[in-house]
């Protein structure tokens, strides 16, 4: 069933505002398109009647926005999703960034983390795990915390298992993880190169170098104000001749910034080239 | 039928099992000056390359575009919503692509297109509701409905799989029952 249109939009206006202003988060410029729907979501979710009452728990129980924060970003995401890009990552970007005595990768947006795992898998079957550093990031610290855990859920792993193969992955997907009742746990391994911080796309800078970019799926719930800004975050944290990683549908073609980049592959990834 | 004359700013055409010969169909003898764009949300699994741009470019010089974020939206084009994307409108202008939870099992979901878009275009939009098996897009008609819009739903009797047009048919206002063979026509004459 759909979420119910409790929220009008001048209402969300006010929601984004009292956030931002009480907590600091940001969220002035997610489009609203989809922003709104998790607003009716969370209505839903929370049994919230009207806008009054979530807007009186917001304002009045500050422990409560986390979850609000939580709900209101999407966090849907699989290991190996979309497997022809891993296979693009694994067969033509990995080779290239074998050659740097240290590999910086950068998983902005990592949510509970499965993208960043499916790297760390990438990276040791291509020989490359121990000279690399993945940082995974995201605004929520609830989803890190998931990512931190490496446990993810059983029923997931026909569908992992099946990704994994497509991307070219030759090994039985089940030696990566330890069955347990309903869950699994992946391996202590793949976290010994796993950094995960919080870090905001919305209002925090560049923090390192890096020849690898993956930010996948995080992009399309912002407009096209703060997707320039956030090109611009990933163009000052990038090497020359490093990589940038999109989702399937995302691009940086109507950016400024695309004069900097050429699409290497047809799955959405871009080198950066200096033209100084 | 009785119907005052309203400028249609968008068609959109929902499908599933069974749909893809009414959309060939309709493809091949669709005007290619339409005054408005059409979107298609079909259901299709989720690796599916962009084989049904290519396919559906073969018989059309109009021009065929499967969707990527922050697309502008112009008539007189076809777009596809992507495999594993909803697709929702910022405005008359944008769409954007959402990759949230599955709505009736499905990704990209009728009805979360058809409520977008029915909110941003009221009664100058045309829902589309054609063959499939499951009831992804009947509370999709109705929000079009509700906000003024036109609803067709395939005629039950013409479709392959005519689970999702019955239950449209038994369950929202309608305003024009069409066949495979007039699709094309109704839409050329908007």
């Known amino acids: 069933m759909l979420e119910p249109s409790i929220i009008k939009d001048e209402e969300v206006e006010y929601l984004i505002k009292d956030v931002y202003e009480l907590y600091g988060y940001d969220f002035s410029q997610y489009s609203r398109a989809s922003f709104k729907r998790r607003i009716n979501r969370i209505c839903l979710i929370e049994r919230f009647t009207s806008f009054a009452e979530l807007r009186y728990t917001i304002i009045n129980e500050p422990e409560y926005l986390k979850r609000f924060v939580e709900e209101v970003t999407v966090n849907v995401t699989e290991m190996f999703r979309d497997p022809y890009f891993f296979k693009g990552l694994r067969e033509k970007i990995l080779p290239q960034l074998g050659t740097y005595p240290l590999i910086r990768i950068w998983v902005a947006g990592c949510s509970t983390g499965e993208e960043a795992y499916s790297i760390a898998i990438l990276l040791k079957e291509a020989n490359l795990y121990h000279k690399s550093l993945i940082y995974g990031t995201d605004l929520n610290p609830s989803v890190l915390e998931t990512a931190r855990a490496g446990v993810f859920p059983l029923q997931q792993m026909k569908l992992y298992s099946e990704n994994y193969m497509l991307s070219g992955g030759k090994k039985d997907f089940s030696d990566y993880y330890t069955a347990n009742y309903d869950s699994a746990k992946f391996d202590k391994s793949l976290q010994e190169k796993l950094i995960l911080s919080t870090h905001n796309l919305v209002s925090d800078s560049s923090f390192n170098s890096f020849q690898l970019i993956v930010c996948r799926n995080v992009l399309i719930y912002f407009d096209r104000g703060l997707q320039e800004r956030v090109f611009r975050l990933f163009d000052n944290s990038l090497e020359n001749l490093g990589f940038l990683a999109l989702g399937a549908k995302e691009t940086i073609r109507f950016s400024k910034l695309d004069k900097n980049f050429h699409q290497v592959d047809d799955q959405r990834i871009w080198k950066k080239i200096d033209h100084n | ?190």
């Open chain 2, 1 to 190: 039928m009785h119907t005052e004359s309203t400028n249609t700013e968008l068609v959109l055409i929902g499908g599933s099992a069974g749909s893809l010969q009414v959309i060939l169909e309709m493809i091949k003898n669709i005007s290619e000056k339409l005054n408005f764009p059409i979107i298609l949300v079909l259901h299709r699994k989720a690796h599916s390359t962009n084989i049904l741009q290519t396919l559906l470019q073969q018989f059309i010089s109009t021009e065929v575009v499967e969707i990527d974020d922050k697309t502008d939206i112009r008539k007189n084009k076809i777009y596809i919503v992507p495999a594993d994307y909803h697709l929702l409108f910022e405005n008359k202008k944008t769409m954007s692509l959402d990759s949230s939870e599955k709505m009736n099992y499905s990704r990209p979901s009728i009805d979360v297109t058809f409520k977008s878009a029915a909110e941003v275009y009221g009664k100058t939009l045309v829902g589309i509701l054609l063959s499939g098996a499951n009831a992804d897009g009947v509370e999709g008609l109705a929000y079009i409905k509700k906000n003024n819009g036109k609803v067709w739903i395939q005629d039950p009797e013409t479709a392959e799989v005519d689970y999702m047009p019955k239950h449209a048919v038994e369950e929202v206002k309608y305003d024009l029952l069409i066949k495979p063979d007039n699709l094309a026509d109704y839409i050329n004459q908007l």
